[in-house]
Nanobody, 126 residues
């Protein structure tokens, strides 16, 4: 199993930046994919970006392309999300996720991930 703990959220003004971190522990050797998801009040949890641990490949949803960057530090078992040019619609609880399953090819699909952190709140004011 993998335990995930997010940090780095907080309030920020529109156009600002934040860097989210996710510390992974437990049996991280089996991790195939990691990702960031978010959930705004009254909305379903949606994918933001994913990272293929084996190949280093990344994927993003269109709404964050060019503004967000996902990265991973293998030595520290940490996942990051650099968020630039933030918009009020980016406000949400951001969750770190991990999966041992390679069959989904690290798709940005909630059901492909079975390990989740508690989330960190990001609030963007206009």
């Amino acid at each position: 199993q993998v335990q995930l703990v997010e940090s780095g959220g907080g309030p920020v003004q529109s156009g600002g930046s934040l860097r989210l971190s996710c510390a992974a522990s437990g049996d991280t050797r089996k991790t195939a994919c990691m990702g960031w998801f978010r959930q705004a009040p009254g909305k379903e949890r949606e994918g933001v970006a994913t990272f293929n641990v084996a190949y280093g490949g990344t994927d993003y949803v269109d709404s964050v392309m060019g503004r967000f960057t996902i990265s991973r530090d293998n030595t520290e078992n940490a996942l990051y999300l650099q968020m630039n040019n933030l918009k009020p619609e980016d406000s949400a609880i951001y969750y770190c996720a991990a999966s041992y399953d390679r069959r989904w090819n690290c798709a940005i699909v909630r059901g492909a991930y079975n390990y989740w952190g508690q989330g960190t709140q990001v609030t963007v004011s206009s």
